[in-house]
Each structure stands twice: as structure tokens, then as C-alpha cells.
């Protein structure tokens, strides 16, 4: 639990974050030529939201010694990823990459399945203890988004955007009281008393 909470709320704000500077980043890195690849990068940033879940719930399965769950969800998964390519392969790469968020999705229903039912720590569970990430990031997105409105130079802008991001992020933290941000100061706390010694 405490695994999906943190690793959830270190991984939304950068992907989301990622994603709503998508554009600028690839204009000024890769120059102008490159610009159709940011609706990719941004669906990737979509899918990669869902990574600490996967990795939280099958690492939990497997930690109960039930390896045989974990291969049959593998096969499931595996069987629902090559149907989606196969379905979508014909229609466009962007048909495609959205199939890779929804196979991700339905992975992700099927990793938690278990869980509910040996750990007692299902879907409403879960959704609760990711939710104040998930609502913060959204938050972040909406006010790093109106960056784009002043109109900026290319380098401002995007330096202007991880800065209102950082912040807006940090300061939404403190002031809802999320316990994960108070986790992670208090683990933070004897690395930076050393720093200062």
C-alpha cells in the first residue's frame, strides 16, 4: 500500500508534467521536425501513469508465493496486448498507441483482481489511496497549461512551466496535508541534516 501511494505520487506529477510540456520540450531538443511525435509521447506519458500499480500489485502476488497467478494474468495480458496490435495494426500507429493505454487498463484490472481477494486491498481501495495524486497532478496540468497562454520564448516558457509545475505541485501538498509528500520530507530529513553538517 504504502509502495503504490508513494511510487504514485512521485510518477503522476511527472508524466503529467512530461506530457503538458511535451510540445516545447520536443521543439526546443529535437527541433520542429520532430513535432509529430508529441501526441505519442503524451499517450506514452498516459500509459507509463499506470507503471508503479503493475509493478506494486504483481510484486504483491508474487511476495505470496503465488507465481501461478502471476503466470496466468502474464498470459491473459500478453493474449489481450497481441489481439489489440493485431485489431489495431490496420486502422493507424495512433489506433495502435491508444490500444497500448487500454491494454494497459485492462492489465491493470486484472493485476488488482487478485489482490482483492488474498490481501483484502481491491479496486476501491486502491483508487483511494491514489486518488490525491492523481487529483494534484490534474490540478498542475490545468495551471502549467495556462503557461502556454503568456506567450513566451521557447527556453522561458518551458523553464517557466517546470517551475509553476514544481511549485504548484509541492505547495497543493503541503496545504491538503498529503501524507505521501509528509513521507517522503520525513525520509528526506537525515539525508539533508547531513548535507548541512
Not at 59 to 64: P, Y
Not at 130 to 143: D, E, N, R
Request: with cysteine; glycine share 8%.
Amino acid at each position: 500500500r504504502r509502495a503504490i501511494r508513494v511510487s504514485s505520487y512521485v510518477m503522476m506529477p511527472l508524466m503529467m508534467g512530461l506530457a503538458v510540456c511535451a510540445e516545447p520540450f520536443v521543439r526546443l531538443l529535437l527541433t520542429e521536425k520532430w513535432l509529430p511525435c508529441v501526441p505519442f509521447l503524451q499517450i506514452l506519458c498516459i500509459n507509463c501513469v499506470l507503471t508503479p500499480l503493475h509493478t506494486a500489485n504483481t510484486q504483491a502476488i508474487l511476495a505470496m508465493g503465488r507465481s501461478d497467478i502471476a503466470l496466468k494474468l502474464n498470459i491473459a495480458k500478453k493474449g489481450f496486448g497481441f489481439l489489440t496490435v493485431l485489431l489495431l495494426t490496420p486502422v493507424s500507429v495512433m489506433a495502435m498507441a491508444w490500444g497500448g493505454v487500454a491494454t494497459g487498463f485492462f492489465s491493470l484490472l486484472l493485476n488488482i483482481l487478485p489482490n482483492g481477494r488474498i490481501l483484502g486491498y481491491g479496486y476501491g481501495q486502491q483508487l483511494r489511496d491514489v486518488l490525491p495524486a492523481w487529483a494534484l497532478s490534474g490540478a498542475m496540468f490545468l495551471l502549467v497549461r495556462l503557461v502556454r497562454l503568456l506567450g513566451l520564448p521557447l527556453l522561458p516558457e518551458l523553464v517557466v512551466m517546470i517551475l509553476v509545475g514544481v511549485g504548484s505541485f509541492v505547495l497543493l501538498s503541503a496545504i491538503f496535508r498529503v501524507e505521501s509528500f509528509r513521507y517522503l520530507l520525513n525520509m528526506l530529513k537525515p539525508i539533508l541534516n547531513k548535507l548541512k553538517r
